[in-house]
């Protein structure tokens, strides 16, 4: 036992493997962020580790017969002069505690800082060498890759319209983001009014006043902070509402399907809550439709029922631990079904994974725990669900965590989880095989633009290695829905079968992953129909679309169904060379215009009724209009 290591990082007390106590935390805290909230804690503790051999090791808080505090750590190589993350953790063991896998070379010595973000009190880890059996054979393997000036990354979500992935980081006065380029990282701040609420407890994006730019949700213990995008995407404003809420899982959702976007928060002590948009700026708290008990965590919004209409799923613990299943029924009104469904448990859990695992056409679930000891698997079948945990491998795993995610990692065409220290791949047989030498969850999304799922870290992320697999990724547009069609359902047919996704913001407990639709395809070279089912309950279908690519695909421009709003403005000259001039539309209307990719190539406002068209590709365009009409979309060629 080794009593408190404090100071600074070129004090840290060097130790070895075993087992160590840290006083309670006095010493500079760490502010490179390996692992977590963006936000630093007051104080930190630090320690060396040089490696005497190369192997695997297990840092963790979570030790037998101590009690458990709620801790965050972050190591580094590098040392003290030019760190750089090489491992982290927070949260990821049973009741706050901390646990990660990570590699270590022989000789190099290696820095650990914990820091008082959660707590300051004494307590005791271990550091210990793991014995790792070789992974899964569809499993993939992920390489820890650096994006040079970020930190506290909490989100993956493509933030400038390019269909590429970002990553994202909220802080307190200012938030970054790592833009994906050409195989390199562009980090931009964007300097923001101090925000009320720091996203301690959750993080959510979503654009949703429809502009074009996409929105942030920071969920904290006393409240919820909007940072609303302006026209051109270059500032935000902060909006904090004045009520009280303990904030767990934020999402973005159209909880009362009129079109526009709301949001959601679960609230720990009281009655969750709901932000509805009226459609004109505006949000307007509201609570007690959605639960009306305490101890609620992990929020998600996926369709149980197949009727287009998004179901509310609650992972409970603490005061009232009985999970919510809240059917909607199509107009913002929520029943819970929990009990009846088998769905409702008193053990200790934070989320849930929420994916279609046998490919039959409706989502199943996966409620991880996170101290209570079990997981259940629940099939869903027509809406009814049935418990096959047992022999499904998820019974015998005893790994605890907060984060429950579901995601095709090997783009084998099966959904997989991810949670309690593994990657649990899908074998297609309704079990799965555990892969804990996978990195721990964070958010998720394509950061290298690989078609390959990777997984955000504190200050970069694990590179998806990949496989032979194809993949298709679909990113639905909403004009009459909401902008980022959360709440549409998208279904894919090829050679394996039918494979579906639900456009959400917000899974898991903390971190907000891609938007979008990401199909694994295993070794089908086609996909015969993709189909998305709107918000609305349009339903669009397009043929034979090309694959290991991403399509951005704008509602009402494929079947036709919107003809109507797309004739009731026109648009002249078409062809087109440096401007176009509309009729039938306000001035001053917002316009957009996209490629035939489906990439914003052009945001502007309309100056009287035209709009310049500087430096436009000769090409097939989509422009939409949006006014007191609505939203509005036509084509145009420019020459």
Known sequence: MLAAAQGTCVAAVPI?????????????????????????????????????????????????????????????????????????????????????TFDVVGGVTYLIAWDSYWSASSFTFTLLETTVPPPPQNSVLFTSTSIPGAGGIQGVVDMNNDGLDDAVMPGSSSFKVAYQGAGAFNVTTFPTTNADNTASWSFAIGD?????????????????????????????????????????????????????????????????VGFINNGAGSLTFTQGGYGTTCGNYGSIFTDIDNDGAMDLFVAKCGCDPNDLMMLNNG??????????????????????????????????????????GYHKLMRNQQGSFTNITPGSGMDTWNGQSIEWTSHDFNNDGWVDIMGGGAIHYNNGDGTFSHDNTAPGNQAIGDLNGDGFLDVASGSGYYMNQGNDNNWIRINPQGTI??????????????????????????????????????????????????????????????????INTTHTVLQGTFTGIEQSRMEAFGLYPNPATDRLTFTGVEPRSRVEVMDAAGKLVLGSMLQGNSLSLPGLEPGMYTVRVMDGHGARVASFVAQ
């Not at 503790?45 to 051999?53: D, H, I, K, L």
């Not at 801790?71 to 990660?100: E, K, Q």
Request: proline letters at 4%; charged letters at 15%.
């Open 16 to 100: 070895g493997l075993g087992t160590h106590t840290a006083a309670q935390l006095t010493g500079t805290a760490p502010t490179l962020l390996c692992s977590g909230p963006a936000t630093p804690g007051a104080f930190g503790a630090w320690y060396s580790f040089t490696a005497p051999s190369t192997m695997t090791v297990t840092l963790s808080s979570n030790v037998v017969g101590y009690p458990n505090v709620d801790t965050r750590f972050h190591v580094y190589t590098g040392g003290c002069a030019s760190p750089a993350c090489h491992a982290g953790d927070d949260d990821s063991g049973p009741n706050y505690t901390s646990i990660t």
């Open 208 to 272: 949703w006043d429809s502009n074009g730019f996409r929105d942030l949700l920071y969920g904290g213990g006393s409240g919820a902070t909007f940072m609303t995008a302006d026209a051109n995407g270059t500032a935000y404003t902060e909006w904090s509402p004045s009520n009280y809420i303990f904030c767990q899982r934020t999402n973005f959702v159209d909880l009362n399907n009129d079109g526009h976007l709301d949001a959601f928060s679960c609230h720990d002590v009281d009655a969750n």
């Open 331 to 372: 107009s913002g009104a929520f029943n819970n079904i929990a009990v009846a469904q088998g769905l409702s448990d008193g053990h200790q859990s934070w989320s849930s994974a929420w994916g279609d695992f046998d490919n039959d056409g409706d989502m199943d679930v996966l409620i991880g725990a996170s101290s209570s």
């Open 481 to 546: 829905s909401n902008r980022d069609a959360i709440g549409a359902r998208v279904t894919i047919t090829s050679a394996l079968g039918t494979q579906i996704r639900d456009i959400r913001s917000g899974d898991g407990f903390r971190y907000m992953s891609y938007i979008g639709a990401h199909f694994g395809l295993g070794s089908d070279e086609q996909v015969d129909e993709v189909s998305i089912k709107w918000p609305n309950g349009d339903v669009e279908t397009i043929k034979n679309p090309a």
